[in-house]
């Protein structure tokens, strides 16, 4: 099965019942903000959706060796596993979740909205 747009905007009408819900969904899709804490951008809509782990990893030792931690570990928080180093880190990772922006980026979101409304009288 393939996605295409045409169903998932059909799909979006049917979960929120109202056209402008589903254009500020879409807005909400289209539109990113960069989380200073995470340093990565993320869509809008996802506001509320940054993991995290409450603690550290942490890195198991090789006794019979130098006493140099493996690349592999895990967080002592959910036992997930835990990787030194990743080619492609996973910001979707954790255990928590937690609202992801600072302030001035929320405060420059609602001016833009303000905007929007002002501009087309929503």
């Known amino acids: 099965m393939t996605w295409t747009l045409n169903d998932y905007v059909v799909s979006l009408r049917s979960e929120l019942r109202s056209w402008r819900k589903v254009y500020w969904r879409l807005w909400g899709d289209c539109h990113f903000v960069f989380c200073q804490q995470c340093n990565i951008y993320f869509p809008i809509h996802q ?58 980026c929320l405060y420059n979101c609602v001016i833009k909205m303000n905007l929007l409304f002002m501009i087309y009288n929503i």
């Open 47 to 104: 506001i509320g959706w940054c993991c995290y782990h409450p603690e550290s990893a942490q890195f198991f030792v090789n006794e019979q060796q130098k006493p140099m931690p493996f690349p592999l570990g895990r967080y002592p928080c959910c036992s997930q596993s835990a990787y030194r180093f990743e080619v492609l880190s996973n910001h979707q990772s954790g255990c928590r979740y937690k609202v992801s922006i600072n302030v001035m």
